[in-house]
């Protein structure tokens, strides 16, 4: 119960969200039956249209064990069939509940997306940049408390020669600025007050080998060696030593 806001408290005497609640629950026990990838692609399906047939509500009951099955339908060892599907399933979630309650749970769906990017299938990549563009950016500063994972979920596909590097590469700068000021429409420029940003994004650095060759080249591109002074770029640099995740 200590996940249930009051709101959500509320609407277990309502018996359309208790249909709802009773609906999520039999359509969790087909995962538990699925012995082959194509039962979880029917089974993401049967729970993608329960979701779309109770949109007015903005909470998705039995979400831990929700966001559960999805984290594993994102395992790097099922195919992108299923990865899709899973991810259709995110985004029909993330419409339904809205930002606010997105930014509230986002520790819950952040930990199967995350990891995706780096053993995702070209197929896949798009969408789920798709995803982060269009729910996790507008967040701004409600990203904060997990902007390292973040950055270390986005930064494998920071890639020389990839398709995908330059959607990347301006996500990461719209990232930057969006955590700078909550007020800023997300464009591809960087802004002044970025220390959080980068703090966050050494402290990904010193806590994942993987990413540390993206991140360093993202740093460089960002260094304006010549038009800038030090003093001026001492953000990006990190220079005060703080690699924590707190403000």
């Known amino acids: 119960m200590s996940l249930l806001t009051q709101d959500e408290v ?6 359309k969200y208790k249909s709802y609640v009773s609906s999520i629950e039999k359509t969790l026990k087909n995962f538990e039956s699925s012995t082959e990838w194509a039962d979880l692609i029917a089974s993401l399906g049967k729970l ?7 949109p007015k509500y903005p909470f998705i009951p039995k979400r831990v064990s929700v966001c559960k099955r999805l984290a594993q339908c994102l395992h790097p060892a099922l195919p992108s069939g299923v990865h899709l599907k899973a991810l259709e399933v995110y985004i029909c979630i993330f419409q339904n509940i809205g930002p606010e309650m997105l930014s509230r749970d986002l520790f819950l769906y952040s930990s199967g997306l995350f990891p995706l990017l780096a053993n995702a299938a070209l197929s896949v990549k798009p969408v789920l940049l798709g995803l982060f563009e269009t ?9 904060k408390p997990c902007l390292t994972g973040l950055l270390i979920g986005i930064l494998p596909g920071l890639e020389d020669g990839s398709d995908f590097y330059q959607r990347v590469f301006s996500l ?70 703080n690699t924590s995740n707190n403000n």
């Open 135 to 143: 729910y996790f950016l507008p967040l701004k500063t409600l990203l």
């Open 48 to 54: 993608k249209k329960c979701l779309q047939s109770f």
């Open 172 to 241: 990461l700068k719209n990232v930057c600025i969006a955590q700078s000021d909550s007020t800023v429409s997300p464009i591809s420029t960087l802004v002044a007050d970025d220390k959080y940003f980068y703090t966050c994004l050494w402290s990904a650095i010193i806590s994942q080998s993987s990413i540390r060759f993206p991140a360093i080249q993202f740093i460089l591109t960002n260094y304006e060696n010549r038009k800038k002074l030090i003093n001026a770029q001492q953000s990006l640099i990190n220079i005060d030593g």
């Open 10 to 15: 509320a609407l277990l005497q309502d018996n």
